[in-house]
């Protein structure tokens, strides 16, 4: 079984900045893949992040320049840190973890940006 758990969402203001966190735990073999989506109200989810064990990097046109993932691979610990927040990055967040035996997701952390 794996385990993923979130943290790091809460209430921000426009501009802000808030860093996400997401540990993986339990059977956790070969990750290839560790990542983080979002989930509007009235959207579908969509890609936000992701880095590759090797520390390969993708992010969406939306975030690119604000947003910045890493990865500690000691810890099976992603991150996600957001910066020059606007309030179209109001979401809950997920953390994803691709590996060859399967594909896992958290339980989600809220993000609101609001003044």
């Known amino acids: 079984q794996v385990h993923l758990v979130e943290s790091g969402g809460g209430l921000v203001q426009p501009g802000g900045s808030l860093r996400l966190s997401c540990a993986a735990s339990?059977?956790?073999?070969?990750?290839?893949?560790m990542g983080w989506y979002r989930e509007a109200p009235g959207n579908q989810r969509e890609l936000v992040a992701t880095?590759?064990?090797?520390?390969?990097?993708n992010y969406a046109d939306s975030v690119k320049g604000r947003f910045t993932i890493s990865r500690d691979n000691a810890k099976n610990t992603v991150y996600l840190q957001m910066n020059s927040l606007k309030p179209e990055d109001t979401a809950v967040y997920y953390c994803?973890?691709?590996?060859?035996?399967?594909?896992?997701w958290g339980q989600g952390t809220q993000v609101t940006v609001s003044s």
């Open positions: 880095i590759t064990s090797d520390g390969n990097t």
């Open positions: 994803n973890l691709f590996m060859l035996r399967g594909n896992y």
């Open positions: 339990g059977s956790i073999f070969t990750i290839l893949r």
